[in-house]
């Protein structure tokens, strides 16, 4: 009795007190994990040599001996598996890039189009949503690899794309319906020239950019302009914050990126050039040419990744409540200025979050290259490497480092990106 | 003076005027307002002359319908244009949907499938009774039943190999465990994120976000070659199970995402209730917070389903044929290769993948509308 009175901690049994409890738990969680751990080195390294591989990272300085169909290095079958790794690393790169810019641009349409007054845009935009989603991207893949550019006909009967074959078939239409002004249309087609842009069997044959010499001063006078821009900007802000005038940070930027290297390219005579592809023989000569599999890869994963950011921005746009518009309404903003100082920042803030997360779906998806043979990272090194070595612990962990690393660089600057604007609202 | 004439009554309305009235209206609001309006309104409907007529002759109008080889399926044959080769998908079928298990067996496969599907439909169906046995019926009993059906090998049935199976039995084997395995494990991995114990939490958190980080083509080489090394030399697992493994570990780190979704939406008075009527934690977890926490998700969970059912697809790369890779090994059969196969094929298959994950998403819809009403009332 006089100790109940006395306080202090009431009197628990040892196995009873939580911080006993919690401490106990996580020690028997952890020695399981680490038993579990220790076991699978065990066993790993007495399977390693029972079957007599070698381990280590020893093989990367090792000479590879196969080809690459698409390398943005140089490379040749000599080379180490060190620099397939790169070689593959660089052409999944390439992809992720160009398919995030298409793939936002393709979104963002059809977000908006979803959302539009017209009803049958807005019903397009649903069915093509619907669709896509709701097939497996391999199969996308595999339709667009196989079906499509599988099917495409030889170099010698290659498909035309651009404004000279639409015109000509204009042309044809009409004077399949017996109409005037067909060979008006036929002669401006004609005037153009032949197209650029071939599709066939081989993939896709684009001009090639030639540049000349005193380029890079055009690159510079770009760099110089960047960072023109940005003194600009922070200027202006400062003049804001200060005097409360505004100015077109915006239009400003834009003429001196664009200006600025232009006025360097007229004083240097243009030193551009486009290569024309030729069909010479059985094959095009000169020009660009995209291997099939980058373009079905890039075709497909654009169309399935738009399909998801279609919805995002869709839902982004919607978050914003109606008030917002009619307030700014009601303050006397114009339609242009409420959309890009009350609208659209708020929308984007939905936005940007699972935009994000689409393009590192999108990255990890082009792994998917491995199934019609694009060679990027995954299909070289934990495909063919794979294969040659059999160092499959090694290989496997290194790829899934790569993906792991993009992922966790993302997420850090996802994360540093919300704290930053959840800041900016909240003051 | 004069007196003016006032009405007594109020007049009748006039009818609001022809042209913002149905159809008409409609036409000039939604379709025709404006240039633009309308300018968008024709390209789509050039957008949908050009694709549709074709894909209607070709699924259709043009299609071949009876025949018994590739022979059939040519224009030269027909004297017309050949539109889909349906012969092939019906001369294939049996692989496309058992892939090579052997043909007096398949009447296992068909039993699974209809107990599937008797236990699974009254599951859905919100008005039938029983929920908790038939959940327990489908998730707990109908896996065992299926195993002995599928794999042999006790009660007089012959043994069939993994490695036999194909098809659309693949493709549904994968998935059914895939989500019976990961909602248990992505509950359990959800708890330990959620959890006040530091290295719980820690553990928990490194393996979300590592299966999260990763493409699933990683993971079914890491599970097909590197988890063989990782075990005693003796033990040999089935390529099947292997593949299985990966997909459970993936799906359940994704699913542990969806669930704390879940938890963070159950107020915080709930967790305190439970406390003060002196539950322990898992009693709390399991009465009170759990049940709520799920409930809120069901569509989330029904949309992992989806994309489970969907990458599925990708056990082809591992070479195990599921629905996908059977069609794609049916390319190759020189009796059938004509112009219009590969369409007809990717045309079957692709109605097959729409029509299963319409309809799950579909579902998940019906059953977000119906807890919202739940909660408004």
Redesign the interface.
Known sequence: MKEALTGGPPRVAVHNNPKFR?AF??IV??AV?LACAYA?AV??S???R?QGFASGFGFLGNTAGFGINQTLIDYSETDTYGRVFVVGLLNTLLVAIIGCVLATVLGFIIGIARL??????AR?GGVYV??I???????QI??WY??VL??MPSPRNSIGLGLQPILSAIGDGIAALALPGADAFRSLAASIGPPDVYLNNRGVILPRPLLGDGFEWVAIAFGLAVLLAIVLRIWARQRLDATGKTFPTGWAAFALMVGLPGVVLLALGVPIGFEHPQLRGFNFVGGVRLIPELVALLFALVTYTAAFIAEVVRAGIQAVPRGQSEASQALGLKRGLALRLIIVPQALRVIIPPLTNQYLNLT??S??A??IGYPDL?AVF?GTT?NQTHQ??EI?AI??AV??AI??ITSILMNWYNARSNRRFEC | MDIAFVRRELIAPLPPPLATRGMLG?AR???F?GVL?TT??LL??L??IVVLPPLLRFLIIDAVWDGASRVDCLPETQGRPVGACWPFVAAKFRQFMYGFYPEAEQWRINVTYALGVILLVPLLIPRVPYKTWNAIAFFGLFPLVAFVLLVGDVLGLPHVETRLWGGMLVTLVITFTGIIGSLPLGVLLALGRAS?????RM?ATIFI??W???????VL??AT??L??????NWRIDPMLRVLIGVVLFAGAYMAEVVRGGLQAVPRGQYEGATALGLGYWRMMGYVIMPQALKHVIPGIVNSF?SLF?????V??VAIFDL?GQL?AA?ADPNWAT?VT??TG?AF??MI??LV??GM?RYALFVERRLNTEQAR
């Open positions: 919690s738990y996580q969680v952890l994990v699978f066993n790993a007495a399977n390693l029972a539009s007054p017209n009803w049958l845009i397009l619907e669709t989603r709701n097939l497996p991207l391999l199969f595999l339709f196989l079906a599988g099917t990890k998806n792994s998917l491995v199934a995954f934990a794979l499959a612990i496997i790829t899934m993906y792991l992922s966790l | 409609f609001q939604r379709l307002g309006n968008l309104t789509s409907l957008l949908l006040k114990l530091p290295v719980v553990l976000e590592f999260r980080g990763v493409p699933l083509i990683t080489f890491f070659y590197m063989p090394l990782f075990l005693p030399g989806i969907k990458d599925t697809t990708l082809l790369i996908l794609r390319f112009p590969l369409f990717f298959a692709g993948y729409f994950s319409f998403s």
